[in-house]
């Protein structure tokens, strides 16, 4: 069964070579890489200021490239969906004008990236992108992209350095320019994620502390359904705006530091659905510190159980859920020596994390594969470092 990540050498070889195909046997100077993420608990509860518990993937984005005379840019990229050129050219506009998004929808990133980064005005460049990070799949593509490419151009023309406002940055980025009203979790983790941890974010005070995750003991399997289902688009801003009225009738900013009790007595003042929304984000902020301190127990019993409740919630009341992603994780907890699973990200399609003992990983991989009506992609991963400049000689 197939469950390999290439590696970042073999990847950065790859863009390295298509860099002198695309550009007349030209060389890049410098090269970047940044991860997708896999989120373990704490699911829409980003943009309610709650909190979070990411960890960044083996599974990156490379860019490599040279500075250029002039404001021409000029970007490859060996991933894009099938009905999208892989090359754009374009001319930087002078400082301060605005970079308009258009098509390819793929440059949309790195055209939001340019507009938002911190640093000296943006001059002219060649780049070549290159990922392992499935496209669309809930682990942060885009996300991935847009923190390569800022850090690609750290590289180029550095800023003050400072790693939120970076995530911040890229966050605004994929506002303005790809139209999704995202939470910050996504950029933070893949700027910040660090080796053998994952990250508790505070997505109101931006603070993070780094929980261990390398317990040779145990794996974190990620599974793609490979379905997508057309609903994220609307849906995702549907459950922003269905949060935000709940948090109204509570008279507060957003759900963070609301009680069950207090949404109860409320419980006249909003729609049912609105209450249901809620209730999930409410309780989906107890259940990542309840699962982080479960975690520095090693209580993995306790972080399964609480895995599988967010689950549940994700399709009950939050209802971001599909039959897919159900079916993987029910036949997930069929098997002896798996301790939790869920679905992961935005929903509708996409991917499960199961945590698991990792002498079950062969086994459960089977009996999904056998059990789910799809073909599902498997990837065994590790928690990685976030992004991070490149040698050549890698
Ligand atoms: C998407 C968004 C994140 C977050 C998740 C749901 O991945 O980009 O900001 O809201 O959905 O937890």
Not at 49 to 60: C, R, S
Not at 164 to 182: M, N
Request: charged share 20%; proline share 6%.
């Amino acid at each position: 069964m197939d469950s390999s990540i290439p590696a970042v050498a073999d990847l950065l070889a790859e863009a390295r070579f298509r860099f002198g195909q695309e550009f007349g046997g030209d060389a890049p100077q410098v090269a970047v890489c940044a991860p997708g993420r896999v989120n373990l608990i704490g699911e829409h509860t980003d943009y309610n200021q709650g909190f979070v518990l990411p960890m960044a993937l083996p599974l990156v984005t490379v860019v490599v490239g040279k500075q250029m005379p002039g404001l021409d840019v000029a970007v490859v990229t060996a991933t894009a969906d099938a009905d999208e050129p892989r090359r754009v050219d374009f001319v930087l506009p002078p400082p301060g004008a605005p970079l308009s998004p258009g098509a390819p929808r793929w440059a949309n990133y790195v055209k939001g990236v340019i507009q938002h980064y911190r640093g000296p005005p943006v001059q002219g460049f060649r780049a070549v992108v290159v990922s392992s990070v499935p496209l669309g799949g809930g682990l942060s593509s885009s996300a991935s992209l847009e923190v390569a490419f800022y850090t690609f151009l750290q590289q180029l023309h550095p800023d003050d350095g400072d790693l939120v406002s970076k995530a911040v940055a890229c966050q605004q980025a994929e506002h303005s320019h790809a139209g999704v009203p995202c939470g910050i979790m996504d950029q933070f983790v893949s700027v910040l994620g660090r080796a053998g941890h994952a990250l508790l974010i505070d997505c109101r005070s931006l603070e993070f502390s780094a929980v261990p995750l390398s317990d040779p003991a145990l794996v974190v399997l990620v599974t793609d359904s490979n379905v997508k289902h057309s609903l994220t688009g609307s849906e995702y801003p549907a459950r922003r705006r269905q949060c935000q009225e709940a948090a109204s009738a509570l008279g507060r900013d957003s759900l963070r530091g609301a009680s069950v009790e207090e949404l109860q007595e409320a419980r006249s003042r909003m729609d049912d659905v609105t209450f249901r929304r809620a209730r999930h984000v409410v309780e989906e902020i107890r259940r990542t510190l309840d699962g982080v301190e479960a975690l520095q127990r090693r209580d993995y019993r306790r972080f399964g159980q609480l895995m599988v409740q967010s689950h549940e919630s994700l399709r009950d009341l939050y209802q971001v859920s599909c039959s897919e992603l159900d079916q993987l994780v029910s036949a997930a907890m069929e098997v002896e020596g798996v301790y939790g699973s869920r679905m992961t990200g935005g929903g509708f399609g996409g991917c499960t994390v199961t945590l698991l003992e990792a002498s079950a990983v062969q086994r459960t991989m089977l009996h999904l594969q056998e059990r789910y009506s799809g073909t599902p992609t498997f990837y065994v991963t590790t928690a990685s470092e976030g992004a991070r400049a490149l040698t050549f000689d890698l």
